[in-house]
């Protein structure tokens, strides 16, 4: 899939967050999951700016012909890896939410909890979406366009959930929630092993019983 065609699959799973999984996307050659596998360790270990193409090519063990096959800029490549960031995001977030269905305030709960997992892992360097963010200022940049849609599904998602708890101001608190986790993830590293996902949940309750 070319990244033109990969964003626009992304949007449509904006609209509709079931409609994009690994089970229907078409398949990767070896060649191309390898350069991607390899750019997404490097880009989140080391950051995107200080990983140049050079050095993808070099772990990847590839031909410098064969990564602009599939990736014509580095701007492409790092889209590629925020895009599959974001399809993975989502799967996990339906995987922690769905078997407490439909009890709306336990999906929440349920979501804090994993987003407190989610922090508190060996190696976490935060968000993905947050940090490539962060390191391109110009708002054209395709990184921040991926970013930025990415943080507004996340604010439609506990909108959604907000609603479904019957709370009066619903956008309200879906913001208060979103700047709640997006601070989880920026300082996670701070919240260690099990008290992140207490706090979190804690901190979420306060939320909704404030709005209620």
């Known amino acids: 899939m070319s990244p033109t065609a990969a964003r626009k699959t992304t949007s449509a799973a904006h609209s509709d967050p079931g409609a994009l999984t690994t089970a229907n996307m078409p398949p990767m050659g070896d060649v191309q999951q390898r350069i991607l596998d390899t750019a997404c360790q490097l880009f989140y ?125 619903p956008e309200v608190t879906a913001s208060q929630l979103s700047l709640l986790i997006d601070g989880a993830f920026s300082s996670g590293s701070l919240l260690l092993g099990d008290s992140a996902g207490k706090v979190l949940r804690a901190a979420g309750r306060a939320l909704v019983e404030a709005a209620g």
């Not at 990564?67 to 580095?74: A, D, E, I, P, V």
């Not at 060996?122 to 991926?146: K, M, S, W």
Request: charged share 30%.
């Open 45 to 169: 270990a080391e950051g995107v700016r200080a990983v140049g193409i050079d050095l993808v090519i070099e772990r990847a063990q590839i031909a410098k012909t064969s990564l602009y096959r599939y990736y014509r800029t580095k701007d492409d490549l790092v889209a590629a890896f925020l895009e599959r960031e974001d399809r993975e995001f989502w799967q996990q977030w339906d995987g922690a939410v769905a078997p407490h269905a439909p009890d709306a305030a336990a999906e929440l709960d349920a979501l804090l909890a994993w987003v407190g997992e989610r922090v508190a892992r060996p190696g976490y360097r935060g968000c993905p979406q947050l940090n490539v963010a962060a390191e391109f200022a110009d708002p054209t940049h395709p990184a921040r366009a991926i970013s930025a849609a990415h943080r507004l599904e996340q604010k439609r998602r506990l909108a959604a959930l907000c609603k479904r708890m019957g709370l009066k101001k």
